[in-house]
């Protein structure tokens, strides 16, 4: 098996290395110091530089202005931004993006495409449903009215990220036929409001309240698929965020513990500290590994033992558990130092903990996958 990236993916890698390294993971306000939220709007000359870069565009094609890449580059990039804990919506905006491309129609793909490519346009996706832990499409009640022709949509999502200062809001909903479809809502919009809810890291979600909220017909993406493509890709790019903060803080923890001394010696000498580091590095070549597998398996639609779904639950398990282990190893074995909120470790642990939890947590997709291992039963 080949694992080396293309001369186009390793290009975006450089590129997202440029734009995100210089950029400072407490460029505000603690969350552990903030009552309320840290800031009120995401990083926006960090996303005019993602833009300018052309990080934006990654999965568009180039009639949209983009690239024309897949999930493995997009990965490659939420990877970087990870580290330095860009304050962005890069995610969210590219697979709310690339489904319109995919399922929209071409009415929609023209109003939004184009500008979304240059970053005029800001595109965000709820995922948690009501309460974080049923099915998002099942929280949002969307029909048909034959009168107007247009679609009544009623019901909430919550823990949106962004959704206070995106553009549009991609919303899964069902139809009173049990069909899965996807409202791409413009904001604001009479009949939605957005309630505020401040997230583990401190930033602004979004509580969206549909009220008979009507959208002409093109805006609903029908396609029985695009929801289920849509939610693999965001969890996907989870499980890219939370395997390059985990890099980051591994690597912190290996700086810090070669130069603290104790005994004369640094404590990363010692041979307690040096298997803990081990077992976290092993934990993040783990989540590498199977991030890549789920990314290879969306880009490529490839078959295997497993549908696809398997395979990005295997992902986000090892995403979940591997990312909390390494923070919690990370704050050990910094001591004291790792709760100065004059440090940034803080920072990371507190995105870790929603990245783990974040479309669902390792117990959910445990669940997932042992249905599908049922259902496909391997041999």
């Keep these: 098996m080949d694992f080396t990236f293309t001369e186009e993916q390793q290009a975006s890698v450089e590129a997202a290395k440029a734009v995100f390294g210089p950029v400072a993971p407490d460029s505000v306000p603690s969350p552990a110091l903030t009552p309320g939220a840290v800031a009120d709007d995401f990083d926006r000359t960090l996303w005019s530089k993602l833009a300018d870069a052309d990080l934006l565009s990654l999965l568009l094609a180039p009639e949209h202005g ?7 580059a997009l990965c490659l990039v939420l990877r970087e931004s990870a580290k330095a804990l860009a304050r962005v919506p890069l995610l969210e905006h590219t697979a ?12 929609l793909k023209e109003q939004i495409l184009p500008r979304a490519a240059r970053g005029e346009l ?3 996706a709820a995922s948690a449903g009501r309460t974080g832990h049923d099915p998002a499409q099942l929280a949002v009640s969307a029909r048909r ?27 899964p909903a069902h139809t009173p036929q049990g069909r899965s479809v996807i409202a791409v809502l413009p904001h604001p919009h009479e009949g939605l409001t957005v309630a505020e809810q401040i997230s583990t890291t401190g930033e602004r979600l979004g509580e969206l309240h549909l009220d008979s909220v009507r959208l002409e017909p093109h805006r609903i993406i029908e396609t029985d698929e695009a929801w289920d493509r849509l939610h693999q890709l965001l969890t996907t790019g989870t499980c890219a965020l939370a395997l390059g903060l985990g890099e980051r803080v591994l690597q912190m923890t290996g700086d810090y513990t070669s130069k603290r001394e104790q005994f004369g010696y640094p404590v990363a000498t010692f041979q307690a500290v040096a298997v803990q580091a081990a077992d976290r590095y092993i934990d993040l070549r783990a989540m590498e590994a199977t991030l890549w597998q789920a990314a290879w398996r969306i880009s490529t639609q490839a078959g295997g033992a497993l549908p696809t779904a398997g395979d990005i639950a295997v992902a986000k398990i090892w995403a979940s558990e591997g990312v909390r282990r390494v923070v919690q190893t990370a704050q050990h074995l910094h001591g004291g130092f790792g709760a100065d909120t004059d440090y940034p470790l803080h920072r990371y642990h507190a995105w870790a903990k929603q990245l783990e939890l974040s479309l669902g947590p390792a117990a959910a997709h445990e669940e997932t996958l042992g249905d599908l291992l049922a259902a496909h039963p391997l041999g």
């Design 66 to 72: 983009g690239a024309g890449l897949d999930a493995i």
């Design 96 to 107: 709310a993006a690339v489904t319109v491309q995919t399922y929209g129609s071409d009415e």
């Design 122 to 124: 800001v595109l965000t």
């Design 145 to 171: 009215d034959t009168d107007t022709d247009t679609w009544i949509l009623d019901g909430a999502q919550t823990g949106v990220t962004w959704a206070h200062n995106a553009d549009h809001i991609a919303v």
